[in-house]
Protein backbone atom coordinates (compact mmCIF):
# COMPACT_ATOMS: atom_id res chain seq x y z
CA UNK A 1 0.00 0.00 0.00
CA UNK A 2 0.54 3.59 -0.65
CA UNK A 3 -0.35 6.80 0.01
CA UNK A 4 0.19 9.02 -2.98
CA UNK A 5 2.93 11.62 -1.56
CA UNK A 6 5.00 11.71 -3.80
CA UNK A 7 8.91 11.49 -2.09
CA UNK A 8 11.02 12.01 -4.96
CA UNK A 9 11.08 12.58 -8.95
CA UNK A 10 12.94 10.06 -10.72
CA UNK A 11 13.65 8.96 -14.41
CA UNK A 12 13.26 6.72 -16.63
CA UNK A 13 16.88 4.99 -17.70
CA UNK A 14 15.49 2.74 -20.00
CA UNK A 15 12.92 -0.13 -21.05
CA UNK A 16 14.55 -3.28 -22.08
CA UNK A 17 12.28 -5.66 -24.03
CA UNK A 18 12.58 -9.02 -22.69
CA UNK A 19 10.90 -12.22 -23.81
CA UNK A 20 7.40 -10.24 -24.07
CA UNK A 21 7.39 -7.95 -21.82
CA UNK A 22 9.60 -5.27 -20.48
CA UNK A 23 12.39 -4.48 -17.66
CA UNK A 24 11.95 -1.17 -16.83
CA UNK A 25 15.27 0.67 -15.54
CA UNK A 26 14.55 3.50 -13.04
CA UNK A 27 17.00 6.59 -11.77
CA UNK A 28 15.77 7.58 -8.56
CA UNK A 29 17.54 10.70 -8.33
CA UNK A 30 17.40 11.69 -4.13
CA UNK A 31 15.18 9.09 -3.36
CA UNK A 32 16.13 6.72 0.10
CA UNK A 33 17.08 3.03 -0.87
CA UNK A 34 18.88 2.45 2.29
CA UNK A 35 15.55 0.64 3.43
CA UNK A 36 14.69 -0.84 0.35
CA UNK A 37 15.56 -4.74 -0.30
CA UNK A 38 14.58 -6.96 -3.00
CA UNK A 39 11.26 -8.02 -3.90
CA UNK A 40 9.99 -4.52 -2.41
CA UNK A 41 7.39 -2.73 -3.67
CA UNK A 42 7.93 1.08 -5.14
CA UNK A 43 5.09 3.43 -6.94
CA UNK A 44 6.28 4.29 -10.51
CA UNK A 45 3.50 7.11 -11.43
CA UNK A 46 0.93 5.25 -9.20
CA UNK A 47 1.97 1.87 -10.62
CA UNK A 48 3.01 -0.70 -8.00
CA UNK A 49 6.21 -2.47 -9.14
CA UNK A 50 8.81 -5.28 -7.38
CA UNK A 51 12.33 -3.96 -7.04
CA UNK A 52 14.08 -7.22 -8.82
CA UNK A 53 17.69 -5.14 -8.96
CA UNK A 54 18.89 -2.59 -6.52
CA UNK A 55 21.82 0.18 -7.05
CA UNK A 56 22.82 3.38 -5.15
CA UNK A 57 20.46 5.88 -6.79
CA UNK A 58 17.94 3.32 -8.86
CA UNK A 59 16.07 0.10 -9.47
CA UNK A 60 14.72 -2.12 -12.22
CA UNK A 61 11.64 -3.90 -12.23
CA UNK A 62 9.58 -6.27 -14.46
CA UNK A 63 6.52 -5.17 -16.23
CA UNK A 64 3.91 -7.74 -17.36
CA UNK A 65 2.06 -6.97 -20.91
CA UNK A 66 -1.23 -6.53 -18.75
CA UNK A 67 0.32 -3.04 -16.61
CA UNK A 68 1.75 -2.20 -19.72
CA UNK A 69 -1.90 -2.42 -21.39
CA UNK A 70 -3.74 -0.71 -18.83
CA UNK A 71 -0.95 2.30 -17.79
CA UNK A 72 1.31 4.90 -19.07
CA UNK A 73 4.66 3.09 -18.61
CA UNK A 74 4.60 1.68 -21.68
CA UNK A 75 4.63 4.93 -23.83
CA UNK A 76 7.37 6.04 -21.31
CA UNK A 77 10.63 7.32 -23.41
CA UNK A 78 14.33 7.38 -21.27
CA UNK A 79 14.44 10.55 -19.65
CA UNK A 80 10.29 10.81 -18.76
CA UNK A 81 10.46 11.99 -14.95
CA UNK A 82 8.30 9.34 -13.03
CA UNK A 83 7.18 10.00 -9.72
CA UNK A 84 7.90 7.36 -7.17
CA UNK A 85 7.02 6.34 -3.31
CA UNK A 86 8.13 3.91 -1.25
CA UNK A 87 5.49 1.21 -0.04
CA UNK A 88 4.02 2.68 3.40
CA UNK A 89 4.69 1.20 6.97
CA UNK A 90 2.30 0.36 9.46
CA UNK A 91 4.02 3.51 11.89
CA UNK A 92 4.29 5.99 9.05
CA UNK A 93 2.10 9.04 8.66
CA UNK A 94 -0.94 8.45 6.15
CA UNK A 95 -0.79 12.33 4.86
CA UNK A 96 -2.72 11.84 1.10
CA UNK A 97 -5.28 8.24 1.45
CA UNK A 98 -5.05 4.48 0.71
CA UNK A 99 -3.69 4.06 -2.37
CA UNK A 100 -2.85 0.53 -3.38
CA UNK A 101 -0.61 0.96 -6.60
CA UNK A 102 -3.20 -0.86 -8.97
CA UNK A 103 -3.87 1.21 -11.71
CA UNK A 104 -7.69 1.47 -12.87
CA UNK A 105 -7.27 3.31 -15.90
CA UNK A 106 -5.51 5.86 -18.11
CA UNK A 107 -6.92 9.17 -18.37
CA UNK A 108 -5.30 12.05 -20.04
CA UNK A 109 -5.14 15.99 -19.39
CA UNK A 110 -8.00 18.30 -21.04
CA UNK A 111 -6.46 21.51 -19.43
CA UNK A 112 -4.33 24.09 -17.28
CA UNK A 113 -5.48 27.25 -15.87
CA UNK A 114 -3.54 29.13 -13.25
CA UNK A 115 -5.75 29.96 -10.17
CA UNK A 116 -4.20 32.74 -8.22
CA UNK A 117 -0.52 31.29 -7.17
CA UNK A 118 -2.13 27.41 -7.81
CA UNK A 119 -3.39 25.73 -10.86
CA UNK A 120 -6.84 24.32 -12.04
CA UNK A 121 -6.57 21.17 -13.78
CA UNK A 122 -8.71 19.02 -15.63
CA UNK A 123 -8.61 15.28 -16.18
CA UNK A 124 -10.82 12.85 -18.41
CA UNK A 125 -11.42 9.09 -17.64
CA UNK A 126 -12.83 6.60 -19.41
CA UNK A 127 -16.45 6.26 -18.75
CA UNK A 128 -16.47 3.02 -17.10
CA UNK A 129 -14.26 4.97 -14.26
CA UNK A 130 -15.99 8.22 -14.07
CA UNK A 131 -18.70 6.61 -11.49
CA UNK A 132 -16.26 6.41 -8.94
CA UNK A 133 -15.09 9.59 -8.63
CA UNK A 134 -16.73 11.95 -6.60
CA UNK A 135 -16.56 15.97 -5.51
CA UNK A 136 -14.27 16.10 -2.73
CA UNK A 137 -13.34 12.71 -2.70
CA UNK A 138 -9.64 11.48 -3.29
CA UNK A 139 -8.47 10.41 -6.85
CA UNK A 140 -4.88 9.00 -7.25
CA UNK A 141 -3.16 10.48 -10.48
CA UNK A 142 0.63 9.43 -11.53
CA UNK A 143 0.58 8.29 -7.82
CA UNK A 144 -0.54 11.48 -6.38
CA UNK A 145 -2.99 11.78 -4.26
CA UNK A 146 -5.58 14.81 -4.82
CA UNK A 147 -8.99 16.09 -3.81
CA UNK A 148 -11.34 16.06 -6.70
CA UNK A 149 -13.10 19.77 -6.96
CA UNK A 150 -15.76 19.01 -9.10
CA UNK A 151 -17.30 16.22 -12.01
CA UNK A 152 -19.29 16.94 -14.94
CA UNK A 153 -19.62 13.45 -17.08
CA UNK A 154 -16.23 11.63 -17.56
CA UNK A 155 -14.53 14.86 -16.52
CA UNK A 156 -13.22 16.03 -13.17
CA UNK A 157 -11.25 19.09 -11.72
CA UNK A 158 -8.54 19.48 -8.88
CA UNK A 159 -6.46 22.24 -7.81
CA UNK A 160 -2.62 21.93 -7.72
CA UNK A 161 -0.48 24.39 -5.18
CA UNK A 162 2.97 24.89 -6.32
CA UNK A 163 4.05 22.59 -4.02
CA UNK A 164 2.65 19.89 -5.70
CA UNK A 165 3.91 21.15 -8.76
CA UNK A 166 7.32 21.84 -8.10
CA UNK A 167 8.16 18.31 -6.39
CA UNK A 168 6.32 15.81 -8.82
CA UNK A 169 6.30 15.03 -12.54
CA UNK A 170 2.91 17.46 -12.93
CA UNK A 171 5.39 19.96 -13.70
CA UNK A 172 6.22 18.38 -17.25
CA UNK A 173 2.92 17.57 -18.09
CA UNK A 174 0.94 19.04 -20.38
CA UNK A 175 -2.78 19.22 -22.18
CA UNK A 176 -3.46 15.76 -23.80
CA UNK A 177 -0.58 13.62 -21.48
CA UNK A 178 -1.95 10.60 -20.96
CA UNK A 179 -1.91 10.06 -16.99
CA UNK A 180 -2.51 6.81 -14.49
CA UNK A 181 -5.72 6.46 -12.33
CA UNK A 182 -6.54 5.20 -9.46
CA UNK A 183 -9.98 5.43 -8.46
CA UNK A 184 -10.54 5.77 -4.85
CA UNK A 185 -10.75 2.15 -3.26
CA UNK A 186 -13.91 2.54 -0.70
CA UNK A 187 -15.96 3.63 -3.71
CA UNK A 188 -15.59 0.26 -5.44
CA UNK A 189 -16.18 -1.42 -2.14
CA UNK A 190 -19.44 0.39 -1.80
CA UNK A 191 -19.87 -0.56 -4.98
CA UNK A 192 -19.89 -3.93 -4.35
CA UNK A 193 -22.05 -3.31 -1.63
CA UNK A 194 -24.56 -2.47 -3.60
CA UNK A 195 -24.41 -3.05 -6.67
CA UNK A 196 -25.39 -6.97 -6.67
CA UNK A 197 -23.23 -9.74 -7.18
CA UNK A 198 -23.76 -13.33 -5.40
CA UNK A 199 -22.20 -12.46 -1.73
CA UNK A 200 -23.36 -9.22 -1.65
CA UNK A 201 -26.82 -9.38 0.11
CA UNK A 202 -26.70 -6.50 2.70
CA UNK A 203 -29.96 -5.14 3.55
CA UNK A 204 -31.04 -1.24 3.35
CA UNK A 205 -31.10 -0.83 7.11
CA UNK A 206 -27.36 -2.00 7.48
CA UNK A 207 -26.47 0.58 4.02
CA UNK A 208 -28.12 3.17 5.94
CA UNK A 209 -26.55 2.89 9.30
CA UNK A 210 -23.13 2.59 7.91
CA UNK A 211 -23.53 6.08 5.35
CA UNK A 212 -23.74 3.76 2.68
CA UNK A 213 -27.36 4.87 1.78
Known amino acids: MFTGIVQ ?9 PRGGDVRLHVDTADLDLTDVQLGD ?22 VSNETLAHTTLGKHQAGDP ?20 HVDGVGKVVSIAPDGRSQRWTFEVPAQLAR ?11 GTSLT ?10 VNLIPHTVEHTAFQAR ?12 VARYVE ?4 GGEGSRIDEAFLKQHGFA
Not at 41 to 58: D, F, P, Q, Y
Not at 83 to 93: G, I, T, V
Not at 174 to 185: P, Q
Open 41 to 62: SIAVSGVCLTAITLEARGFSAD
Open 148 to 157: VNEVIGNRFG
Open 132 to 142: YIASKGSICID
Open 82 to 101: VNLEKALRLADRLGGHLVSG
Open 192 to 195: RLIG
Open 8 to 16: SVGRILRLE
Open 174 to 185: RAGDAVNIEVDV
